[in-house]
């Protein structure tokens, strides 16, 4: 009874331990989640871990000459909404969406997008968290030239909230 116990207790140990790390191993990747409200009801998140480019900090100030996702990368857990959304986003002619000109200082910053082949000036909210950048963006669809969805009756909302965690890199200026 005794060594059950002991494997028992190790079992937990182990567990509680690998529990405990993958918070830490989520946080060091890139990433791209787009928030998509239904209509008339429901939402779904697509997620891409393959967001490539670098934001560095120098001082105070943040920047990015080029950020770049797939838009084939998005999964949603559903492949047939993934396989919708791919060709709704026209990921056949414009297979990424580019955020170029990066720059912000205190938790404001703007950028050129680019989806769809429409660059659009945008205002983005970020705040700092070991050594990540976390962005939020809210689109608008149209605004990029991507005309509403509807699937068997349920519609997709304009309106798209954008999160983005990115490493930061510090400059050389920073650290001195």
Request: proline share 2%.
């Amino acid at each position: 009874m005794q060594v059950w116990t002991k494997n028992i207790q190790k079992k937990f140990k182990i567990s509680f331990l690998v529990m405990a790390l993958i918070p830490i191993t989520a946080n060091a990747e890139n990433q791209v989640s787009i928030l998509t409200k239904l209509s008339p009801a429901g939402s779904f998140t697509a997620i891409s871990d393959k967001l490539k480019g670098e934001v560095i900090k120098k001082g105070t100030d943040v920047s990015a000459e080029n950020l770049s996702v797939s838009i084939d990368s998005f999964k949603t857990d559903n492949n047939l909404r993934d396989e919708h959304m791919h060709k709704h986003f026209n990921s056949d002619k414009f297979p990424q969406a580019i955020l170029t000109e990066f720059k912000g200082k205190a938790g404001k910053a703007t950028g050129m997008l680019e989806v769809n082949g429409v660059k659009k000036l945008v205002e983005i909210q970020y705040s700092e968290k070991s050594n990540q950048l976390i962005a939020t963006m809210e689109l608008k669809s149209s605004d990029f030239g991507l005309v509403k969805a509807k699937y068997l009756g349920i519609g997709v909302k304009d309106e798209v909230k954008v999160d983005v965690k990115v490493d930061l890199k510090l400059s050389d200026a920073s650290s001195k």
